[in-house]
């Protein structure tokens, strides 16, 4: 008897020191098409920067971070590039968010995976009164798993996540092109939102 508890101890201590991997199922929803990724809005740059800055609390990610700030902590790599001067940083400083498209089923429940991603918003000023905005999703990534053992504090990207890198929805992207097209008051021209098929039951 002790040398089978022995046994279990030491095998149990062998799986927490080197680690181990929980790995479980997902699909992936199908969209009819995507939706765009960049859109030319009819308001000065200026304008369009404005809008930004006082509507992204609507826009799916909530951390905001402007090439003209005078600290950037997360965006900077890209925001302090000259080609970038007029450009903004999105991110959720905990990854909060789920995926759209990306789904498992537990006991006949679908559940949506975590998502984590960033975003550039890359601000082009094609004349006094055209602007065009492109979002640039950066990294996204599921979780599709746990990584044993794992570090419990409450960090941007648990290591304890086992992460795939997925292709951009696009409904992200878009939703954010439809939160400035709001604040203009110009939502109502701009092409509907596109979403995929319903999840299986």
């Known amino acids: 008897m002790k040398i089978e508890i022995l046994r279990i101890f030491l095998i ?36 369009i920067k404005i809008i930004i800055k006082q509507n992204h609390e609507k826009m799916p990610l909530k951390y905001i971070e402007s090439a003209e ?24 400083m905990l990854p909060s968010d789920t995926s759209i498209i990306y789904y498992r089923v537990i006991d006949e429940t679908v559940k949506t995976l975590p998502y984590i991603y960033s975003i550039h918003l890359h601000i082009t000023s094609l004349d006094s009164s ?40 696009t409904i992200e992207e878009y939703t954010v092109l439809l939160v400035i097209g709001e604040a203009l008051g110009m939502k109502d021209k701009m092409p509907t939102l596109i979403l995929p098929e319903q999840p299986r039951k």
């Open 130 to 169: 055209k602007t065009l905005v492109n979002v640039i999703t950066i990294r996204p990534r599921i979780c599709i798993g746990v990584r044993f053992p794992y570090n419990v504090l409450p960090i941007s990207e648990p290591d304890a996540s086992l992460m795939k890198i997925v292709a951009p929805s």
């Open 69 to 92: 700030d005078s600290s950037i902590v997360w965006g900077e790599y890209i925001l302090r590039k000259p080609e970038n001067k007029n450009d903004f940083y999105l991110m959720n």
């Open 12 to 47: 149990v201590t062998f799986l927490l020191l080197v680690g181990c991997d929980s790995k479980y199922g997902y699909y992936e929803l199908k969209m009819p098409k995507k939706n765009p990724t960049s859109y030319i809005f009819n308001f000065s740059i200026d304008v």
